[in-house]
């Protein structure tokens, strides 16, 4: 598996994405299961609210090798604040549109 992870811009200077690297590593949370390697691509934000540079940046990273985007758990949980984004369905369609049936979209991390 080849994963891009996109993280929560407001969320960066508190949480260096440690937790996310442990449970790939480990296989873990929303890795449970997976078979083989764990590659990372890339671990970017969304841009800032909306999050509408997530669908470029995702695409970006498929383009680069991403088999699977993965949208953080700070975004869709609101790991560590306890406020997940109110644009994450949203965010989450629009990258799923844009890339298709051919790229998996995990929403969850831990």
């Known amino acids: 598996m080849k994963v891009g ?6 969320t960066e200077d508190m949480c260096p ?3 996310d690297f442990k ?3 480990e296989k873990k949370c929303a890795f ?4 083989g390697e764990i590659e990372v691509i890339g671990f970017t934000t969304c841009g800032g609210c909306p999050g509408k540079r997530a669908v ?3 695409a970006e990273m498929v383009k680069r090798g991403a088999d699977t985007i993965v949208l953080c758990s700070c975004i869709t949980r609101g790991n560590p604040i306890g406020f997940a984004c109110p644009h994450v ?3 989450k369609d629009a990258i ?3 890339l298709g049936d051919s790229v998996s979209i995990i929403d969850y991390t831990h």
Do not use: F, S
């Open 5 to 10: 992870l996109i993280r929560c811009m407001q």
């Open 17 to 19: 994405g440690t937790t």
């Open 23 to 25: 449970v790939m590593r």
């Open 32 to 35: 449970e299961g997976v078979d």
């Open 56 to 58: 470029t940046r995702a």
């Open 89 to 91: 369905q949203a965010m």
């Open 96 to 98: 799923a549109k844009k």
